[in-house]
């Protein structure tokens, strides 16, 4: 079972992110903010991250930015899932190295196949641990 951090600042959003993950067998993991999702990040060790941009504290740009810098996160796929969908936002996504990106309103099925992508393929090879 792939276990999945939904990072959304918004209650709303992230309990029907959530519910809609959890129906379809999806172990999850929430976090409300940029901040809180790095602080629970390595121990919750998730197969994919999905990733609100507009958020308070620290950013969904600026969050995946320092999870590609982690050697201990780098690996995890990570879907945006946002209302900032203007060619500069998807072309900043993917400058940070984001995966998948996901436009608010969504498509909970289409959230859900994207998720799955990610946690069957999108992965990327899980880098050495130091000796």
Do not use: C
Request: avoid cysteine; aromatic fraction near 4%; proline fraction near 7%.
């Amino acid at each position: 079972m792939a276990r999945v951090l939904v990072v959304d600042d918004t209650d709303n959003i992230r309990n029907l992110i959530v519910m809609n993950l959890t129906l379809e067998g999806f172990e999850v993991v929430t976090a409300v903010d940029g901040l809180d999702a790095l602080e629970k990040v390595v121990d919750a060790a998730p197969d994919v991250i999905t990733l609100d941009v507009v958020m308070p504290r620290l950013d969904g740009f600026k969050t995946a930015e320092r999870l590609r810098a982690d050697p201990r996160t780098r690996h995890i796929p990570i879907a945006m899932v946002s209302a900032s969908a203007q060619a500069s936002d998807l072309r900043r996504g993917t400058e940070t190295g984001v995966d998948a990106y996901v436009t608010k309103p969504f498509d909970p099925d289409e959230l859900v196949r994207v998720v799955r992508g990610l946690a069957e393929t999108g992965r990327s090879p899980v880098p050495d641990s130091p000796a």
